[in-house]
């Protein structure tokens, strides 16, 4: 990961209806997303989004159904075309692209993962994998080696020439994912790609995905509506309501440090010492020479800090990363953490 920002978004907004320039302002000048629809018959997709998207980092875009958050993601490769505002690339505003350099930016910057698979039926999975390829104009001879590599390393080696109806759930978005990464682009979008699977197969899907990332480093900006899955993905996490961004950033800083209402509604009944990592808690600091209970990562949970305790709330331990102390942690600073803001003020 670098501090490179690949996908920048800047003042977007939305509109849909029939005169959506004379809709935007009224936004501007602070119409409500209800009041618009009630006294115009317009709605706000999105309303003055600014989000930096990092290489190399995980971008999760979540909120409840009706948030904006598929809009969103469609604006990124023009499949929506905004009523103000800009997408910029890789330094360049997409928006200005004309209608060939737009089908290029598609086939080679950028691909997309659906959440219903989106695989041709009359394709065979090898086929389909190498379907971006193909739409280049490369020759089924010519991508039949990089479709198979990537095939192959999301667990479908021998199922090459089988149809996507002969394969589970799981396995077709394996196929989708496989095509993705086949294309060779640097960005790829996730569309709510693991909604439509079984809760089994989507923890596995999640861990494939954070195993290939481990290596490839692509851009990814990942659309869900599920918080456990968006902690667990997420460099970066963007939370939408009605069309706007209530808060963004760190994912552990938002858990901790939620700044809306809605924000700490969202997060209340998370698992806080499942999701929670040590290196948002602790102290930072090489320590000194205090006794220890006990060494832990900067990156376990707190749920295996309270094992290492065993129940005893005087244990305090010392924070490796890389094999080199940075911090100390103690139980204390667990039970805080583990207190939804909201509970502990009322407290």
């Known amino acids: 990961m670098t501090d490179t920002v690949k996908v920048s978004i800047r003042n977007l907004y939305k ?3 029939e005169d959506p320039q004379g809709a935007l302002a ?5 119409k409500s997303k209800a009041d618009l629809l009630e006294t115009s018959n317009h709605v706000l ?12 980092e995980i971008t999760v875009i979540m909120g409840l159904s009706g948030s904006g958050k598929s809009t969103l993601i469609r604006h990124l490769n023009r499949l929506i075309e905004p009523t103000a505002g800009e997408v910029i690339v890789n330094g360049e505003d997409i928006l200005s692209f004309n209608e060939t350099r737009l089908r290029k930016f598609r086939r080679e910057n950028m691909s997309m993962v659906f959440q219903k698979f989106a695989l041709l039926p009359h ?6 994998a190498g379907m971006a390829l193909a739409t280049r104009g490369v020759k089924r001879a010519d991508y039949e080696a990089e479709a198979q590599k990537w095939l192959d390393r999301v667990g479908l080696s021998g199922n090459g020439e089988q149809y996507p109806h002969q394969l589970s759930g799981g396995m077709q978005q394996r196929v989708g994912i496989a095509r993705a990464l086949a294309s060779n682009s640097d960005i790829m979008l996730m569309d709510e790609a693991f909604s439509a699977l079984d809760p089994l197969i989507r923890t596995d899907m999640q861990d494939l995905l954070l195993e290939l990332q481990e290596e490839l480093h692509k851009t990814i900006i990942f659309i869900t509506h599920d918080l456990d899955e968006a902690l667990k993905l997420a460099d970066h996490l963007v939370i939408l309501k009605d069309g706007a961004v209530v808060q963004q950033g760190e994912p552990q800083h938002i858990l901790l440090n939620p700044s809306d209402p809605y924000i700490e509604e969202f997060v209340a009944d998370i698992n806080r010492a499942r999701v ?8 930072k600091g090489v320590p000194g020479g205090e006794l220890f209970s ?3 990562q900067h990156t376990d949970n707190l749920e295996s800090v309270i094992a290492a ?7 305090r331990f010392r924070v490796l ?5 940075v911090g100390v942690i103690d139980m204390a600073d667990v039970m805080r953490a583990l207190v939804p803001r909201v509970a502990e003020e009322a407290a």
Request: charged share 35%.
């Open 15 to 17: 509109i849909f209806g």
């Open 26 to 30: 009224e936004v501007k000048a602070g």
């Open 45 to 56: 997709g999105l309303d003055d989004i600014n989000v930096d998207m990092r290489e190399g």
């Open 123 to 128: 394709r065979t999975v090898l086929e389909n």
């Open 276 to 283: 929670l990592r040590v290196r948002s808690v602790m102290h």
């Open 294 to 296: 006990g060494d832990v």
């Open 309 to 315: 305790a065993g129940g005893e709330m005087d244990r």
């Open 321 to 325: 990363r890389g094999g080199k102390p």
